[in-house]
């Protein structure tokens, strides 16, 4: 009985973590140099992702009744876990890339957005710009017109201007030429 009590905490916590969560993906980390564990956590972390190596059996009991429920059969040998509760392919993407480098890292599975993907789907999913890259090109592609169009307004105006100096500069020659000749 004092075994359960122990371990109610840990599952609370995973609970909790995982509550409200856009996404998690499950990774096997056998194999990492601390220097590149230390670094994925970086990463990780600067990005608002939470990832920390739990227990198999406590993740089941956390995941029981939710959309990651599916991620069960995936749990065998060590796992760790990465959620996000804001940008759903970060983790993902993040993993991805940093597997690139370092090869023992390996994906196990994940859900995103309440589907359950497997590597491949997972290596998908990472090839999706973050949701800041994508409203920046967004903005971008906004922004191009509407600059273009400032511009040749500008030119215009800019034109029209130096024609009125000129008409003006004429007229004032015109005017003042009459004048000095009487």
């Given at each position: 009985?004092?075994?359960?009590?122990?371990?109610?905490?840990?599952?609370?916590?995973i609970a909790e973590d995982i509550k409200d969560a856009q996404?998690?993906?499950?990774?096997?980390?056998?194999?990492?140099?601390?220097?590149?564990?230390?670094?994925l956590r970086?990463?990780?972390?600067?990005?608002?992702?939470?990832?920390?190596?739990?227990?198999?059996?406590?993740?089941?009991?956390?995941?029981?009744?939710?959309?990651f429920e599916g991620l069960d059969e995936y749990l065998e040998g060590p796992s760790a876990i990465a959620i996000s509760k804001d940008d759903a392919t970060a983790p993902a993407r993040i993993i991805c890339k940093f597997a690139k480098d370092a090869e023992k890292l390996e994906l196990k599975a994940g859900v995103v957005e309440g589907t359950l993907y497997d590597v491949e789907g997972l290596s998908e999913l990472a090839k999706i710009p973050s949701r800041e890259e994508l409203l920046s090109r967004l903005l971008g592609s906004m922004q191009s017109p509407i600059t273009n169009f400032a511009r040749?307004?500008?030119?215009?105006?800019?034109?029209?201007?130096?024609e009125a100096a000129e008409t003006?500069?004429?007229?004032?020659?015109a005017e003042e030429a009459p004048a000095t000749a009487e």
């Open positions: 009985m004092a075994k359960v009590e122990l371990k109610q905490p840990i599952v609370a916590a996404s998690i993906v499950l990774v096997d980390y056998r194999g990492l140099t601390v220097a590149q564990d230390t670094e970086k990463q990780l972390r600067e990005a608002g992702i939470t990832y920390k190596v739990c227990k198999n059996t406590m993740m089941k009991r956390a995941f029981e009744g939710t959309e040749v307004i500008k030119q215009i105006a800019e034109q029209d201007g130096s003006a500069t004429e007229e004032t020659a």
